[in-house]
């Protein structure tokens, strides 16, 4: 019988990084991670952006204290290199053709394969692990817990602008990323063993170079013993964010139960 301490949760979150007066979106996120002395603020694909992650945490009230710390920490880092800290699924005005791609080799590849898919990549989410005990396998779980997808996602959405209009939707964010392929919600497979075949044949036919460019909005992660929930914009509110990481959690477990 799974008890409540094995469900453990983490959650990433993306900031835009904007300018302290314009409120333009800026690609300053060497000079904002350099400035950090924590180690905790990461960079992502475009330099406009940078990530944290929460340490594993046992319950609700972790995830806020993390949050909340993590935050705090990079608006700090933010604003010492004139900058702000903005946790929403898009820019409501910026465009993408003045920002800067991260360095490094990764973000090149992608750049190269998917050009103006990854070029205009402006889009900032929020990701929710969940541990599943050993022993259970975490593709059933999958299957039932992409059904709740849809109230992750209208509990978090904060992007209804972008480029200066109001698009009609609550998550423009979400309708940019699922431009990419192997994205959305995943397919009904039977098993972790359909689903490694799966990834096998991607690899071998060359349409992923690694299991992480699955990019389904909930899947095995694979790295991680856990559920990785990737539907959700970022939200503006930290009590937000808490409540769609402590449901991402609840629904794990009561699949799981």
Not at 246 to 251: I, T
């Given at each position: 019988m799974a008890e409540s301490g094995d469900f453990t949760v983490g959650v990433?979150?993306?900031y835009q990084l904007v300018d302290a007066e314009s409120g333009e979106l800026k690609s300053r996120a060497r000079s904002v991670i350099a400035w950090d002395w924590t180690g905790d603020?990461?960079?992502?694909?475009?330099?406009?952006?940078?990530?944290?992650?929460?340490?594993?945490?046992?319950?609700?009230?972790?995830?806020?204290?993390?949050?909340?710390?993590?935050?705090?920490?990079?608006?700090?880092?933010?604003?010492?290199?004139?900058?702000?800290?903005v946790a929403a699924g898009t820019h409501p005005f910026s465009g993408?053709?003045?920002?800067?791609?991260?360095p490094g080799e990764v973000y090149?590849?992608?750049?190269?394969?998917?050009?103006?898919?990854?070029?205009?990549?402006?889009?900032?989410?929020?990701h929710v692990h969940v541990s599943v005990p050993e022993g259970t396998d975490r593709v059933r779980v999958m299957n039932?817990?992409?059904?709740?997808?849809?109230?992750?996602?209208?509990?978090?959405?904060?992007?209804?602008?972008?480029?200066?209009?109001?698009?009609?939707y609550a998550s423009y964010r979400s309708i940019l990323w699922r431009r990419w392929p192997r994205s959305g919600a995943p397919p009904r497979l039977e098993d972790t063993a359909e689903f490694q075949r799966l990834v096998g044949l991607l690899t071998e036919t060359g349409c992923i170079d690694a299991p992480g460019?699955?990019?389904w909005e909930i899947r095995p992660h694979h790295v991680y013993p856990t559920l990785e929930f990737r539907v959700a914009d970022v939200t503006p509110r930290l009590d937000d964010a808490v409540a769609a990481a402590?449901?991402?959690?609840?629904?794990t477990a009561g699949v799981v139960e």
């Open positions: 990433e979150e993306e603020i990461k960079p992502e694909m475009q330099e406009n952006t940078v990530e944290v992650e929460t340490r594993v945490c046992p319950d609700a009230a972790c995830v806020r204290e993390e949050l909340a710390r993590l935050r705090f920490q990079a608006a700090v880092a933010a604003e010492a290199q004139g900058s702000r800290v993408w053709e003045d920002q800067e791609f991260s090149s590849r992608l750049r190269r394969e998917y050009r103006r898919l990854a070029e205009t990549q402006n889009i900032f989410g929020m039932a817990a992409r059904l709740f997808l849809p109230h992750l996602l209208a509990l978090t959405a904060s992007s209804p602008l972008y480029l200066g209009e109001d698009t009609g460019r699955v990019y402590a449901l991402a959690r609840a629904v």
